[in-house]
């Protein structure tokens, strides 16, 4: 069974930082692909950033280019989300995400429905 386990939300003030770390488990295959979404409250969830394990390929969505910064640690199946100079619109919740990866089409940013197992997620509060 796959599981996620995020971690590292919180609450900072405008031009803060927070790292945010996804622990996937039970992934049988050695490359899938992984995403950070969120959810700011009363808009749709949308994809933040992803990678594919064990390769080059990854994705950042436009309004986080410069500040937000992702890293994989294969060995640990962990991805690292470091957040920098947070803005009160980065306010929501944050989902860590897997899915399979057959090649293919590489989607930027990441689509909920590329993605077949989801995390409970972790709360972001940005005051300004």
């Known amino acids: 069974e796959v599981q996620l386990m995020e971690s590292g939300g919180g609450s900072v003030q405008a031009g803060g930082s927070l790292r945010l770390t996804c622990v996937v488990s039970?992934?049988?295959?050695?490359?899938?692909?992984v995403a950070w979404f969120r959810q700011i409250p009363g808009l749709e969830r949308e994809g933040v950033v992803s990678i594919v394990t064990g390769s080059d390929i990854s994705c950042q969505a436009d309004f986080v280019k410069g500040r937000f910064t992702t890293s994989q640690d294969n060995a640990k199946s962990v991805l690292t989300l470091q957040m920098n100079s947070l803005q009160s619109e980065d306010t929501g919740m944050y989902y860590c995400?897997?899915?399979?990866?057959?090649?293919?089409?590489?989607?930027?940013?990441?689509?909920?429905?590329?993605?077949?197992?989801w995390g409970q997620g972790t709360q972001v509060t940005v005051s300004s």
């Open positions: 995400a897997a899915g399979r990866w057959s090649g293919g089409t590489w989607t930027c940013p990441p689509l909920v429905h590329d993605y077949n197992y």
């Open positions: 039970g992934y049988t295959s050695s490359n899938y692909r």
